[in-house]
């Protein structure tokens, strides 16, 4: 009978010494402008993105002791934190962004946030599957963009 290798998975905050994994990682994600234009295509707006971000609560998630996950939760409109994540596609099918979830929704409700509100492009099916699945329920929706919100 086959023995099928378990994967570790791990997730925690984000620390300095994450950096250049984490930019390493968003170098080698495909497609860049995946996610309503994001992670930026251009290299130099990239890591201005990624260092922009250091306000904001983040976590980093790895598999076997690679950085290949990466979550962020802003301050947002009426005690929401606007969830970011994204997961290298080396990685997907994994439930990296369900852990990074999971762990997100104990940051966010010591950090006092009511709700987590994740924006997605309409047509992002993975992702929307994986939100409902989560428990993340539909806000509202255009041709572009669609939001979901967990209430926490
Ligand atoms: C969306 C994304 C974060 C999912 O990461 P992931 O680690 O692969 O997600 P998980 O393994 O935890 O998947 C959880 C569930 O989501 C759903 N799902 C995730 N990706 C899917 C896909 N491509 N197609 C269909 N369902 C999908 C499934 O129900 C999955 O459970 P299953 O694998 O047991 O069927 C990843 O595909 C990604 O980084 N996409 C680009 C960025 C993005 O769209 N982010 C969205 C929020 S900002």
Redesign the pocket.
């Known amino acids: 009978m086959p023995v099928l290798a378990g994967r570790e998975l791990l997730v925690r905050r984000l620390k300095d010494e994450d950096r250049l994994p984490l930019e390493a990682m968003y170098d080698t994600i495909l497609p860049l402008g995946?996610?309503l234009g994001l992670p930026p295509r251009d290299a130099t707006l990239r890591h201005e993105w990624l260092a922009g971000m250091r306000e904001a609560i983040q976590l980093a998630g790895f598999v076997d002791g690679r950085l290949a996950?990466h979550l962020a939760l802003f301050p947002g409109d009426d005690g929401a934190a606007e969830l970011?994540?994204?997961?290298h596609q080396d990685f997907?099918?994994?439930?990296?962004?369900?852990a990074l979830t999971r762990a997100a929704v104990e940051e966010a409700q010591a950090a006092g946030y009511r709700r987590i509100a994740?924006f997605?492009d309409t047509h992002?099916?993975?992702?929307r599957?994986?939100l409902l699945?989560f428990g993340f329920r539909p806000v509202w929706e255009d041709l572009e963009e669609a939001e979901y919100s967990l209430t926490l």
């Open positions: 995946e996610a996950g970011m994540c994204f997961v997907r099918r994994q439930g990296l962004a369900t994740v997605i992002n099916k993975g992702a599957q994986g699945r």
